[in-house]
T-cell receptor
Framework: EADIYQTPRYLVIGTGKKITLECSQTMGHDKMYWYQQDPGMELHLIHYSYGVNSTEKGDLSSESTVSRIRTEHFPLTLESARPSHTSQYLC????????????FGSGTRLTVV | DAKTTQPPSMDCAEGRAANLPCNHSTISGNEYVYWYRQIHSQGPQYIIHGLKNNETNEMASLIITEDRKSSTLILPHATLRDTAVYYCIVRGNSGYSTLTFGKGTMLLVSP
């Protein structure tokens, strides 16, 4: 079954470490997105991509970076994690027929100590 | 994209219909109304969308007023598993439009 996968599901890491959150989809979607959500708060778009080698910054400024070298893969990297980066990160994708909405992954819950 | 207004919370008894309202008075003619829900901080799940006609699928019905300034999501027979935050989002018809989530409505379905 086509789906979107995020790993790890949970991550606890020390300040200053470099981390990469993985997101892969098997639906051949050209558009992919990263949202950040603090507990009990709204989702905020931090990065998106319209296809290979395309990346854009979202509405919320983020110290993270993304890359899109393959259609199915859209990893998010933090070069030096800080406690302020503690949050849930949700990846999503959408296809050419955007009217069918976004498909979201289960998220990565990041805690920086 | 137009802004939406939703009540912060609603209650519903199990088995009854849940009617979730959304105001989008500044919606423009080419903007769609989308509904998503998020169960306990999982990834949001697409429910339904519409432009001006009422829509129904296996999950819910969407009723859009004739002037398109408001809409109602209807869950015909709510179950405990429908407890979630429901988001009403207005989005342009370009394939390059992104989804902007607001605070949504927390629906609590009780036995």
């Amino acid at each position: 079954e086509a789906d979107i996968y995020q790993t790890p599901r949970y991550l606890v890491i020390g300040t200053g470490k470099k981390i990469t959150l993985e997101c892969s989809q098997t639906m051949g979607h050209d558009k992919m997105y990263w949202y950040q959500q603090d507990p009990g708060m709204e989702l905020h778009l931090i990065h998106y991509s319209y296809g290979v080698n395309s990346t854009e910054k979202g509405d919320l400024s983020s110290e993270s970076t993304v890359s899109r070298i393959r259609t199915e893969h859209f990893p998010l990297t933090l070069e030096s994690a800080r406690p302020s980066h503690t949050s849930q990160y949700l990846c999503a994708s959408s296809g050419a027929n955007y009217n069918y909405g976004y498909t979201f992954g289960s998220g990565t819950r990041l805690t920086v100590v | 994209d137009a802004k939406t207004t939703q009540p912060p919370s609603m209650d519903c008894a199990e088995g009854r219909a849940a009617n979730l309202p959304c105001n989008h008075s500044t919606i423009s003619g080419n903007e769609y109304v989308y509904w998503y829900r998020q169960i306990h901080s999982q990834g949001p799940q697409y429910i339904i969308h519409g432009l001006k006609n009422n829509e129904t699928n296996e999950m819910a019905s969407l009723i859009i007023t004739e002037d398109r300034k408001s809409s109602t999501l209807i869950l015909p027979h709510a179950t405990l598993r429908d407890t979630a935050v429901y988001y009403c989002i207005v989005r342009g018809n370009s394939g390059y439009s992104t989804l902007t989530f607001g605070k949504g409505t927390m629906l609590l379905v009780s036995p």
